[in-house]
């Protein structure tokens, strides 16, 4: 871990001091109600919370960035399925509480339409193939939480989608809970908020009165590693990777030199190698031009040879609309010309 990093865990961490007040109301930020109870208690405590790191920052940074594309790709996929009429996400960034009684669970939505809750989170591969199989727990009480907020608020919606982007790629899913089982979702999820809420706080309070600490006796989990209490939960945590930042680097011995510098000599050998095959495309790219020769050979070197592929693109929606009786006239054929080199025929 680099150095820099240690220092940014020495500045913003400090030994736990837990607020000796009890809780008898409590706000949680809707974009954590689905975290880890410990690390709501440490909050709410007042226990010192690292800030997420350069790399956490980007992240996040980037999916604002990707919530745009979303958000157009969305209104695009759904243009005219609403009485024919066009679909706009509104609300955006619209501030939603839900109240429950003494405590609050207070956060912003992405946006609604006229009819759905809209949340949008940029995913990994793996997690993008997992919205296959339904949602993550922790999205899914923060949607419910946000769907129960804009009820209590009067606006009438009667389904919650989320919109998951894999990362940095146009490629979308969507997964939406609606009618009966949208309302039926929503009584299980405020159930399962307040039990999650009435945890969290007797924890607080527990540990305010100082009947019980933070501190885990077991191992962290893997889900612990990037969690900015992780400190309060795994004091030794603290030590080892401060350890792990200071640690002196061993000298390069004459072999590890060798080794290094073979893998430098080798890296520019591949960065010269892609120029020079990319300088020989640009070479016969006269091929391409109508009237160009189809094949160019080179006995005992290769040869260069011009290929041809037709796809179909069929439009999905036209197919959709005349229920499938002409699928041969939804399509159109899109021809695409490329050259293909092979060396040592």
């Not at 009820?151 to 939406?176: F, M, N, P």
């Not at 061993?250 to 060798?258: G, T």
């Not at 510098?261 to 591949?270: I, N």
């Amino acid at each position: 871990m680099p150095t820099s990093q240690c220092t940014r865990h020495e500045d913003a961490w400090r030994p736990p001091r837990p607020s000796s007040k009890l809780r008898e109301t409590m706000d949680i930020r809707g974009s954590e109600i689905g975290l880890c109870k410990f690390y709501l208690a440490a909050k709410a405590l007042g226990m010192s919370i690292e800030p997420p790191g350069g790399f956490l920052r980007t992240i996040f940074e980037s999916g604002k960035k990707q919530e745009e594309g979303a958000i157009a790709w969305l209104e695009s996929e759904w243009e005219g399925e609403v009485d024919l009429q066009p679909v706009r996400v509104v609300d955006r960034q619209r501030e939603v509480v839900l109240d429950l009684g003494e405590d609050r669970i207070v956060g912003h939505i992405d946006g609604r339409t006229e009819n759905s809750l809209i949340e949008i989170k940029a995913m990994s591969q793996e997690r993008f193939a997992g919205l296959a199989k339904g949602v993550e727990e922790a999205i899914d009480l923060q949607m419910a939480a946000y769907a129960l907020g804009l009820l209590a608020a009067g606006v009438d919606i009667c389904s919650a989608v989320l919109v998951g982007k894999l990362w940095e790629q146009e490629e979308y899913r969507t997964h939406e809970d609606c009618g009966d089982s949208f309302y039926y979702w929503l009584d299980i999820r405020r159930e399962d908020i307040e039990r999650k809420v009435a945890e969290v706080k007797e924890l607080v309070n527990m540990v305010a009165q100082g009947k019980a600490t933070l501190e885990q006796p077991n191992s962290p989990r893997s889900e612990c590693r990037d969690c900015g209490a992780r400190f309060n939960c795994y004091p030794a945590l603290l030590e080892k990777e401060r350890a792990m930042a200071l640690e002196i680097a061993k000298p390069a011995d004459e072999q590890d030199q060798k080794a290094l510098e073979d893998y430098a000599r080798g890296a520019e050998l591949v960065k010269e190698g892609e120029a020079l095959k990319k300088a020989a495309q640009e070479h016969f790219a006269y091929m391409l031009a109508e009237g160009g020769p189809r094949k160019v050979e080179a006995k005992g070197l290769g040869n260069v040879t011009r290929t041809e592929t037709v796809r179909k693109k069929y439009d999905y929606k036209l197919i959709e609309k005349l229920a499938g009786e002409k699928w041969p006239e939804c399509y159109e054929e899109e021809t695409s010309t490329s050259l293909r080199i092979t060396v040592g025929k």
